[in-house]
């Protein structure tokens, strides 16, 4: 939930270069922050106005809103071995994510009235950025019998999923989907034909035969697409698609887009940046949900972004200890850390030319502020002053032990990358500054 402890006192950033993809703001100036919030934003304003404030010097690297992730699995209830609420938003700070939104498939799965209101007190009491709670859209992630919306929506839940589980049967996803209709609920939908993908553990192809391992064909995720894009035109509901991993059901987010319904769609950075040649020698920490496709199909990805066609990017923030990946790559479990590297892994798709730094920081920022319904996202006057200081060129190599995550499985380990957050600030609190800055 959001946290209410704002920081009090006056702080100016200035000298800092100001992006806003709200309002397409990019330019050099000072911001400033007063009991929480933002008081002003002064574009070509280098120096501070008031004595009595903090003043950061910002040296000229970019301030802009802090990042929104709308798909991190934070482990509370049931899996705090793997993540707590506390590591993730240590995690999420250290990244410049200001705001997480959580899975609900924990231990219990978080599907009543009652666990939601468990997750704000814990969210309150233990993380230092926002964390906000997804709520299960069936009973148990079992996908038979819908769980009540209506009730969890006034709990606090913000959008309602399975989570990693597709809802396989069309009925009971369209009596959901109608039911949140009722409600203005957002649906968010995990597009994967279970049958079709069984087995499946990295994309079908030639490098998998290559493997000789089992692959999931991007049909799988396609099929699902279309079933749930016809569902919506059915039904009129408000549906993100969460992860989407291939060029065909981008097309069928596009056309049901154009038909006037209200329809979103993300992509995970690990699908952004890595394709399926980086599994190389059987690496276990790039199995992954959806799978790393062709590079065909990651350059379609990026292009979608920088189009605007998809809508956000997430880290897929997903720990597992040891144990579970240091194993088989047929036997490891699927997922990844991706909340520290969320902000730099994404640079580098600016730093490649591939996307422009203003879609790339709006499908971080407005865009998941926008679809999920949260007063954040933008710099402007009265707005919560959850900002992220960006250094955008200093290179450095990632290195699992310094990550602030309980587990440590990063596929981008030992990768070189340009540029990271420098400071981040929650409702006008310090919640983190890069060690040497």
């Not at 920088?306 to 040891?322: E, F, K, L, M, Y």
Request: contains cysteine; charged residues 20%.
């Amino acid at each position: 939930m959001a946290r209410n402890d704002s920081g009090g006192g006056r702080t100016v950033f200035v000298n800092a270069r100001l992006i806003d993809p709200a309002s397409g703001l990019d330019a050099a100036g000072s911001l400033t922050v007063e009991d929480g919030h933002i008081a002003s934003v002064r574009p070509g304003d280098k120096l501070a106005a008031h004595t009595d404030a903090e003043i950061i010097d910002c040296g000229g690297h970019l301030l802009c809103p802090g990042l929104i992730d709308a798909q991190v699995f934070a482990g509370e209830p049931g899996f705090e071995h793997r993540e707590s609420l506390g590591s993730a938003s240590r995690a999420a700070a250290a990244g410049g994510v200001t705001t997480m939104i959580c899975r609900p498939d924990t231990d219990p799965v978080i599907d009543e009235a009652a666990l939601v209101d468990y997750f704000a007190r814990r969210a309150r009491d233990t993380a230092v950025v926002h964390a906000y709670p997804m709520a299960a859209l069936t009973q148990g992630l079992e996908g038979i019998v819908m769980t009540e919306i209506g009730l969890l929506s006034e709990a606090g839940a913000i959008a309602f999923t399975d989570g990693i589980t597709p809802v396989a049967n069309p009925e009971v996803m369209r009596q959901a989907l109608t039911y949140a209709r009722n409600f203005d609920a957002l649906v968010v939908a995990r597009p994967m034909d279970r049958q079709l993908a069984a087995g499946g553990v990295m994309n079908e192809g030639e490098i998998s035969a290559r493997l000789g391992l089992p692959g999931a064909a991007a049909a799988a995720e396609v099929i699902m697409v279309e079933r749930d894009m016809r569902l919506v035109e059915l039904t009129g509901a408000r549906i993100h698609v969460g992860q989407i991993s291939a060029a065909a059901s981008l097309e069928v987010i596009s056309r049901t887009k154009t038909a006037g319904h209200d329809v979103t769609c993300g992509v995970s950075i690990n699908n952004l940046v890595l394709n399926e040649n980086d599994i190389g020698p059987y690496r276990t920490f790039f199995k992954l949900v959806p799978p790393l496709r062709a590079e065909d199909e990651r350059r379609a990805m990026a292009e979608g972004i920088a189009t605007g066609a998809i809508d956000i990017i997430v880290s897929d923030h997903d720990p597992q200890d040891a144990d579970t990946k240091r194993r088989p790559f047929i036997d490891a479990a699927f997922g990844a850390v991706g909340l520290e590297t969320l902000l730099p892994a994404a640079l580098s798709l600016h730093h490649n030319e591939e996307i422009g730094l203003m879609p790339l920081l709006a499908a971080l920022t407005i865009n998941p502020a926008r679809i999920f319904g949260l007063d954040a996202g933008r710099l402007s006057p009265d707005a919560p002053a959850d900002l992220v200081l960006i250094d955008l060129n200093r290179p450095w190599a990632v290195e699992p032990g310094t990550l602030a995550s309980k587990c440590k499985n990063t596929p981008f380990e030992g990768r070189m990358m340009q540029g990271y957050a420098l400071m981040t600030m929650v409702q006008g609190r310090n919640v983190f500054t890069r060690k040497g800055w």
